[in-house]
């Protein structure tokens, strides 16, 4: 549970970066900065990495969380990189991730001692 508990904690870190790195952006300037583009994606992935690490009686017991569709995002990014769709990543950054963010903060609030 502590290594769950640890990955989540790192989820969020990665997750709020995203929201960090593209404050001050729309979508038309995030589709043209690569350098963003190049740093949130690797953020996607390693949010990814970490919601596979977590244990299936964790995932069970937060089922709240998308744990698939955040993995598939990482495999799709790592695997199959030259089809990303820009346009979906925002929109994954917009909806997504703020929702990510408040589920992660409430898991972690749940688990402290």
Same mark, same amino acid.
């Given at each position: 549970?502590? +290594?769950? #508990? @640890?990955? *989540? /904690?790192? @989820?969020? *870190?990665?997750?709020? +970066? ?16 690569? #350098?963003? !583009? ?8 390693? /949010?990814?990495?970490?919601?596979? +690490? ?6 069970? !017991? ?11 995002? +990482?495999? #799709? ?11 979906? %990543?925002?929109? %994954? ?9 408040? !589920? ?6 749940? !688990?402290?001692?």
């Amino acid at each position: 549970m502590e +290594r769950d #508990k @640890a990955f *989540i /904690l790192d @989820a969020l *870190i990665f997750a709020e +970066r995203i929201l960090e790195f593209t404050a001050e952006m729309d979508e038309k300037m995030f589709a043209n900065d690569l #350098k963003t !583009q190049a740093a949130v994606l690797y953020e996607i992935s390693v /949010l990814g990495e970490a919601m596979r +690490r977590i244990s299936p009686e964790f995932q069970k !017991q937060h089922s709240e969380i998308p744990y698939r569709k955040i993995i598939g995002m +990482r495999n #799709k990014l790592v695997h199959n990189y030259d089809g990303i769709n820009i346009k979906l %990543v925002w929109s %994954v950054i917009q909806t997504n991730i703020p929702e990510l963010i408040d !589920q992660f903060k409430t898991i972690v609030s749940l !688990q402290k001692p």
